[in-house]
């Protein structure tokens, strides 16, 4: 079917007429013969483009127009209007109508303008599905845990989600900065509009102000055209500043601007651009102590801290672990084509008994790196990175070793399709450590 129409017209005669003309082309057809009869198919059927007469028994079809457009955004109208009657017509436009059409006008033109419309109202229904799945993907109900720790962090972050006060998130690195700062964003009046992920320190020194602001053509070498910044892409809505200690301090006025201001230099430009952000900020540093070191400003350290939230380690929040390992054993077991149902107790005992130090990233690697290496429907002991595991030098399983550490090289290595730098990362090595490694066993990866 090719989407669902109402008719509203109390003459019989011609609400059937047209309900046979559309329904031969597809269409799944409602009619009602007043506006009280209309608005119960509304409410229990997903109509995407309604046609309505103008005097209905019960009301006027060019105020209906209005109440439907409140109610029902995606839905598109088309009003019905007496011969000569345009008055009727624009008024129903300015109202939220999508067009217009005379009784008695010729039925070829019936047809292609309810298909525009329904293509319009297409195209909003995808949009807001859309929205429900990105904003259901990132609200607070998402964010795993039942520790006291982190819902004090979560309670936080919803009281001050709905405002558009600054907020500075504190936390390790993988302690889940980002995820917070989107979830905010997610519940927040901006939630329709931009959100922008900055990695501070992930950008070079020299082209950050660039990125962040925009520049002008002729800014610099290179600048051949006017480029938008960061802060232009998220007009409207939420900028993340992860990384924020990192930032160089001749930047950091600029920033403070904005903060400000609401306005910002792009390079090479002599007037300022106003803007209209929230801005989120993220450190895994002590920011008093950069302070104190000169390495960050004080008073743009004041209006990033005015509301803060320390996000939790994963140390300091191990009761969280179970459902957190749980959770990603069910994001991984599909991807690989495995059914991978749970863990062994000695498997969640060393991961409880496991120090930290990447927090909840650190957790997923492994998790997706024991989901590799598994060849049951349960995690276990042996498949997760050495250092997790029992037994001194003297056990049975030391003197298999090097062949159990040549296996699971050749096993990641096949997952990750030769990506080595992925390869290292999944193992918690380094990356030249691993070269060695495969130079050591003889391995041969593409």
């Not at 292609?112 to 109202?121: I, R, T």
């Not at 602001?213 to 960061?230: E, L, R, S």
């Not at 059914?339 to 990447?358: D, E, N, V």
């Not at 650190?362 to 790196?369: A, D, G, M």
């Amino acid at each position: 079917m090719k989407g669902h129409i109402l008719i509203i017209d109390d003459e019989d005669q011609l609400r059937k007429l047209l309900s046979r003309l559309l329904g031969l082309e597809g269409y799944t057809m409602h009619e009602a013969a007043n506006i009280r009869a209309a608005m119960k198919i509304l409410e229990k059927e997903e109509i995407s483009v309604v046609l309505s007469d103008v005097k209905l028994p019960d009301g006027n079809g060019v105020e209906l127009v209005q109440t439907i457009h409140a109610r029902y955004p995606e839905v598109e109208t088309i009003v019905l209007t007496a011969y000569g009657n345009i008055a009727d017509g624009v008024q129903a436009i300015k109202n939220g109508a999508f067009d217009y059409i005379t009784k008695g006008d010729d039925n070829n033109r019936i047809l292609p303008l309810v298909s525009k419309a329904m293509d319009k109202a297409a195209l909003q229904f995808r949009i807001r599905d859309l929205e429900k799945k990105i904003s259901g993907k990132y609200n607070f109900d998402n964010i795993l845990g039942t520790s006291p720790e982190i819902n004090a962090a979560i309670e936080l972050a919803r009281k001050v989600a709905p405002s558009d006060m600054t907020v500075l998130l504190l936390g390790e690195t993988g302690s889940g900065k980002e995820v917070f700062a989107q979830a905010i964003h997610a519940a927040s009046q901006r939630r329709q509009q931009p959100f922008v992920a900055v990695n501070c320190s992930a950008i070079g020194k020299d082209i950050l102000e660039s990125e962040l602001f925009g520049h002008i053509a002729g800014a610099f070498t290179g600048a051949v055209k006017d480029k938008k910044g960061f802060f232009e892409e998220a007009r409207g809505g939420t900028i993340f500043l992860d990384e924020i200690g990192e930032m160089p301090i001749e930047l950091q006025a600029k920033l403070l601007r904005v903060l400000e201001a609401q306005e910002f230099y792009r390079v090479g430009e002599p007037k300022p651009t106003k803007t209209d952000v929230r801005v989120i900020a993220a450190t895994n540093r002590h920011l008093e102590q950069e302070i104190a070191a000169g390495h960050f400003r004080e008073d743009l350290f004041y209006r990033l801290s005015v509301f803060q939230i320390a996000l939790p380690s994963l140390n300091e929040r191990k009761k969280d672990i179970p459902l957190l390992a749980q959770w990603f054993i069910q994001q991984f077991s599909p991807k690989m084509n495995k059914r991978i149902t749970g863990m062994t107790p000695a498997f969640l005992l060393a991961l409880q008994q496991h120090s930290w130090k990447g927090n909840i990233r650190e957790l997923r690697n492994v998790i997706e790196r024991a989901a590799i290496l598994t060849d049951t429907d349960i995690l276990d002991v042996p498949a997760l990175p050495f250092d997790f595991q029992q037994g001194g030098e003297d056990s049975p399983s030391s003197l298999r070793l090097a062949d159990m550490e040549k296996r699971h090289i050749i096993k990641v290595l096949a997952h990750v399709k030769g990506n080595k730098t992925r390869a290292a990362e999944l193992m918690d090595i380094g990356l030249t450590t691993l070269y060695n490694k495969i130079k050591e066993y003889n391995i041969t990866a593409s």
